[in-house]
């Protein structure tokens, strides 16, 4: 199953443990595949970086460049197209639609699901036929 993972999940799961930590050791595991862009990646290094300073006792950088190692990189042209209430939520949901001509081996569904706390995000669920669910929510539903 194809996923893409929001900052606020994987920061979660480095730094928290609890059900964003499930989802990115069901990654790490080769379970599920992660689906990134490059803002994507861009967002999750800035983020790291500022949080990583003030948790010097995890090794962020580390952590964080080897689940990108293993995430699958898609490139999209153009700007994403503004969609949700805020708009740097726009580049996952431009990941999901970008998927269209991928393989994603599970037939249920169209695109990959996005996962993420993210309020502005899961409002949009059902979006142009994509599911976007908490970390909780996809271990409960989906696995």
Same mark, same amino acid.
């Not at 970008?98 to 990959?112: F, G, I, N």
């Given at each position: ?28 595991? $080769?379970?599920? #595949?992660?689906? @990134?862009?490059? =803002?994507? /990646?861009? !967002?999750?290094?800035?983020?790291? %970086?500022?949080? $990583?300073?003030? #948790?010097?006792? @995890?090794?962020? =950088?580390? /952590?964080? !460049?080897?689940?990108?190692?293993? %995430? ?72």
């Amino acid at each position: 199953m194809s996923v893409i993972i929001d900052t606020n999940v994987v920061v979660s799961g480095v730094f928290a443990g609890g059900p964003p930590q499930q989802v990115l050791s069901l990654v790490h595991d $080769g379970e599920l #595949t992660m689906l @990134v862009t490059p =803002p994507i /990646v861009a !967002e999750y290094r800035r983020t790291f %970086a500022k949080l $990583g300073a003030r #948790t010097p006792w @995890v090794d962020a =950088p580390r /952590v964080l !460049e080897e689940l990108i190692g293993l %995430a699958h990189h898609i490139e999209i042209r153009g700007d994403p197209p503004r969609i949700g209430r805020d708009p740097n939520d726009d580049m996952f949901i431009s990941c999901a639609l970008a998927t269209e001509w991928l393989d994603l081996q599970d037939p249920e569904y169209k695109r990959p699901l996005i996962v993420t706390g993210d309020k502005d995000l899961l409002v949009l669920n059902g979006y142009a036929g994509i599911v976007i669910v908490t970390p909780r929510v996809f271990l409960d539903r989906h696995l």
